[in-house]
Each structure stands twice: as structure tokens, then as C-alpha cells.
């Protein structure tokens, strides 16, 4: 679907426990992944990444609070690492019934930034091209995504996420081009024109660039399935 987060990934201090951690909480598959010290996370909808190395935090869970858009927990890893938890609202009135059960998915990915004018910015020029946009503002929380699949969340903070790496999809490589474009003229920095990367599959069409704090942004179109699952492409 276009819009939709087509890989995520997870920067920790020490991969090997948070392997545990998100595999028994999420029961996700984490693998050894090409890249030392990286590791594939593969989930029911969409692959991922992480890697070790990032500066500790101090672990804290919220208490979970109902908003309009549902009941939401930020809460924090073993080792400091932020991760939201995202129940939708109730169906209310007669007749009205839940949603139709369904695999567990990523609802949201959060990111922490530094200032957040600039990357709010950033972020409504480079994801519109997408069909993505601003959903909802809450007490300096921003809530990007298309009404239909996962959303991207960020929020200010003294200690802002670098080295992450999230892809979105595009409906076309032009859309892709228009990412790369948007992005850039925001204040983004080039982390790879837009192109093929037949490292990845033949029809595997993308950009890559760096948001205000550093965190590794893809746009990306696919004209035929992908015959692997693709890695994280780390970043110096």
C-alpha cells in the first residue's frame, strides 16, 4: 500500500539481550544479519534491522492514557531504546463491532529529535510526495501518515535518535524522485540519489537521505517482488 513503512530499524546498546527482549515481547525472528554486529528482524508484515553501539538511556514506561485516536504507552527497552504500544478506539454505538482480528504488525515507529520545527518541516515536505501528511498534534507530538497504515511519530527531546533508519513506499518512481527533491530543499542531507539498488531485487527503485538529526530516511518503489528480504543499509 503506498505510504506504508516498509522497514524500520533498531538502534540498542547491546544487540544480544534485545534480541531477547523485542523477540519474546513481539515474537519476531532476529537473525545474524551481513552487516557485523547487525541482525534481519523479520515480522508478519514487513522486515527489519538493528544494531548495537547506541549511547544508554534511562528505561521508564508511561502509564498508558486514552486519547481520541486510542489507548497509547511510550515506553522504553531493557537499555533505554524508545518503542510506543497503540490500541485504536472502541467501536462505539448499536451494532457496532470490533475490528476484525489480525497479525500482530508495527502500528507506529517514534523518533526523537532535537528541534522540532525544522524536522516537522522536513518531514511534511518529504512525505507528501508519498501521500503521507500530518494525522494529529498532541502536547509536541507529531503523528505523519496516510489515515490507512503505520504512522510516524516524533517528538522533541534533549536526546535525540540518530543512526535509525525507516522506508516508506512510493507509489512510483517519480514519487520517489519527489521525495529526494522535497527532502533536500528541507534542509535534508543526500544519502543516495534516487536509483536502482539491484543489490536488493532488479525492480528495487530508491533514494536515501539523511533527516536534521541524522537519521537515515528512504523513499522506495518496487516493480516486481522482492526475491530477499532486504537489509538495513548502514550508515557511516
Request: hydrophobic share 35%.
Amino acid at each position: 500500500m503506498t505510504g506504508e513503512l516498509t522497514f524500520f530499524e533498531i538502534g540498542v546498546v547491546d544487540a544480544a539481550p534485545a534480541r531477547a527482549f523485542y523477540g519474546g515481547l513481539f515474537g519476531w525472528r532476529i537473525e545474524p544479519g551481513p552487516s557485523a554486529g547487525g541482525y534481519r528482524i523479520s515480522t508478519p508484515t514487513i522486515s527489519g534491522g538493528m544494531h548495537g553501539g547506541d549511547e544508554t538511556l534511562e528505561s521508564r514506561t508511561d502509564e498508558p492514557r486514552v486519547e481520541s485516536f486510542g489507548r497509547f504507552a511510550l515506553c522504553r527497552d531493557d537499555q533505554g531504546s524508545s518503542f510506543g504500544l497503540h490500541q485504536p478506539p472502541a467501536a462505539e454505538g448499536k451494532g457496532a463491532r470490533e475490528p476484525a482480528a489480525r497479525k500482530p504488525t508495527i502500528d507506529h515507529v517514534t523518533l526523537r529529535v532535537r528541534y522540532l520545527p525544522a524536522s516537522r518541516r522536513f518531514y511534511e515536505a518529504a512525505l507528501a510526495p508519498l501521500s503521507l501528511g500530518l494525522e494529529f498534534e498532541h502536547e509536541g507530538l507529531l503523528a505523519f501518515g496516510s489515515g490507512e497504515s503505520g504512522r510516524l511519530i516524533i517528538y522533541a527531546s534533549e536526546r535525540p535518535v540518530a543512526g535509525f533508519h525507516v522506508a516508506f513506499s512510493a507509489p512510483s518512481r517519480e514519487a520517489v524522485d519527489r521525495f529526494h527533491a522535497a527532502a533536500l530543499e528541507e534542509g535534508g542531507r543526500d544519502n543516495g540519489a534516487p536509483g536502482l539498488r539491484p543489490e536488493y531485487h532488479e525492480g528495487y527503485y530508491g533514494a536515501y537521505v539523511f533527516d536534521p538529526d541524522g537519521n537515515n530516511v528512504e523513499a522506495v518503489h518496487h516493480t516486481v517482488p522482492p526475491d530477499r528480504t532486504h537489509d538495513e543499509q548502514r550508515t557511516c
